[in-house]
């Protein structure tokens, strides 16, 4: 069985090993980089986002038998609002492992009415179709590229309804309006009120820029 649990500083030597066992394709599509991307550079730039626990958000992590085998990562740049990212060791993508850390995060019931975003690259078929599972629904997208996610969350019993008719319903509207049930699941929120503003991008990952190295 996977197990989740959070992540301090002191788990900073496992979360290096998480990330030593991505390939330099899996780390790019994840932090949607250009160029090289070395694991042990990639931990360099992005440990803070990595390791970020409380005020500045949850880190969750899945381990196998004391192997570390994927990291979920929800990131509060304002009260409300946050940004998630999900990295699964090459050896164990399609196993089910980011879908059980997202539900493990749900299911704490800490983010109902909480806007939710995801920035993953164009064509990463896996980080889109987890998403979708989620009730995450696309929105428009600033930066050619990328593709933006965004979900309100609902209360955990209208969430298991919603993944639950995400993945198991084939057709593509009634999958839809799932999703647009799960963002109208809190009243007070119409959708993502960003949407069609330019807001502008934290950074190229997704990840707020108060998390990334200081120049």
Request: hydrophobic content about 40%.
């Amino acid at each position: 069985m996977t197990t989740v649990i959070e992540v301090g500083s002191v788990d900073r030597d496992r979360v290096a090993t998480l990330v030593a066992a991505c390939s330099p394709d899996s780390l790019r599509r994840r932090f949607m980089m250009g160029g090289p991307a070395r694991p042990t550079e990639v931990f360099q730039r992005y440990q803070r986002f990595l390791l970020a626990g409380p005020p500045d958000g949850v880190a969750l992590l899945a381990h196998r038998g004391g192997t570390p085998v994927g990291l979920l990562n929800f990131v509060s740049p304002t009260p409300g609002e946050a940004e998630i990212g999900i990295l699964v060791a090459d050896a164990w993508q399609r196993r089910g492992i980011g879908s059980a850390l997202s539900r493990w995060l749900w299911a704490s019931g800490r983010w109902a009415g909480w806007t939710v975003r995801a920035t993953v690259q164009a064509g990463n078929a896996g980080a889109e179709a987890l998403l979708l599972g989620q009730g995450f629904r696309p929105v428009p997208s600033y930066e050619r590229g990328d593709r933006d996610f965004a979900m309100v969350v609902p209360d955990w019993a209208t969430m298991t309804d919603v993944m639950k008719e995400a993945v198991d319903d084939q057709d593509t509207a009634r999958a839809d309006g799932a999703q647009r049930r799960a963002a109208g699941a809190d009243p007070r929120c119409r959708g993502d009120r960003h949407a069609g503003r330019g807001r502008p991008r934290r950074s190229a990952a997704g990840v707020p820029a108060a998390l990334l190295p200081r120049r």
